[in-house]
């Protein structure tokens, strides 16, 4: 079966913008969390969504934010972007609370 | 003090030798995970963890949940094996703490 689908896979933006990261979970699976990864903190947690409700939410400014549709895809924002955003952004789904991640690829997002 | 230590952060080692990568964590957990990073960004689950030991190919993975340690090991390492490894426990509301991951470069 398909793997997690992340796009893009790269992503140059300026200061100021926003944007918009999408993350398509395997079938089935209807927990979707998002993380972002830079070198100086490494893997942080942004966000969980299970059935279009955000479960848990990491310790992210407002700018970040982020939603589930009815299909389990997820899209997650950055509105007012800064340099510090710059990092690889990646989606992890799973089945329920007791399975495994599956990771994707990630959203490598440069800000300049 | 971080939650989930991991060491060593960086290991070099010869293509077949035993390599052993630990990580002790503080917090009750419901399970543990260990994450391969290759270069690009990309993560691949090898094993998910609540008590004993995982074994997949030339992987094998430990859990002590009394001491609040796990153990990676590869045998027979070889250059592919290249990559960061990432520890990172479960908590009580399922989500997850991750360590700083170990960088393991394994030379022909």
């Known amino acids: 079966k398909a793997g997690v689908t992340q796009t893009p896979r790269y992503l140059i933006k300026t200061r100021g913008q926003q944007v918009t990261l999408s993350c398509s979970p395997i079938?089935?699976?209807?927990?979707v969390s998002w993380y972002q990864q830079t070198p100086g903190q490494g893997l942080q947690f942004l966000f969980e969504?299970?059935?279009?409700?955000?479960?848990n939410k990491g310790n992210f400014p407002g700018r970040f934010s982020g939603r589930q549709f009815s299909n389990s895809r997820s899209e997650m924002n950055v509105s007012t972007l800064e340099l510090g955003d710059s990092a690889l952004y990646l989606c992890?789904?799973?089945?329920?609370?007791?399975?495994?991640?599956?990771f994707g690829s990630g959203t490598r997002l440069t800000v300049v | 003090k971080n939650e989930v230590e991991q060491s060593p952060q960086n290991l070099t080692a010869q293509e077949g030798e035993f390599i052993t990568i630990n990580c002790s964590y503080s917090?009750?957990?419901?399970?543990l995970h260990w994450l391969q990073q290759h270069p690009g960004g990309g993560i691949v689950s090898l094993f998910m963890?609540?008590?004993?030991?995982k074994k997949h190919g030339r992987l094998i993975a430990t859990i002590n949940i009394q001491e609040k340690h796990s153990s990676l090991h590869i045998t027979a390492s070889h250059p592919r094996d290249s990559a960061v490894y990432i520890c990172?426990?479960?908590?009580?509301?399922?989500?997850?703490?991750w360590g700083a991951g170990t960088k393991l470069i394994i030379k022909p």
């Open positions: 990172a426990v479960m908590d009580s509301n399922y989500q997850l703490i």
């Open positions: 917090v009750g957990i419901s399970a």
């Open positions: 969504y299970f059935s279009e409700t955000q479960r």
């Open positions: 079938s089935g699976h209807r927990s």
């Open positions: 992890a789904s799973r089945s329920w609370e007791g399975r495994g991640y599956t």
């Open positions: 963890l609540s008590s004993g030991k």
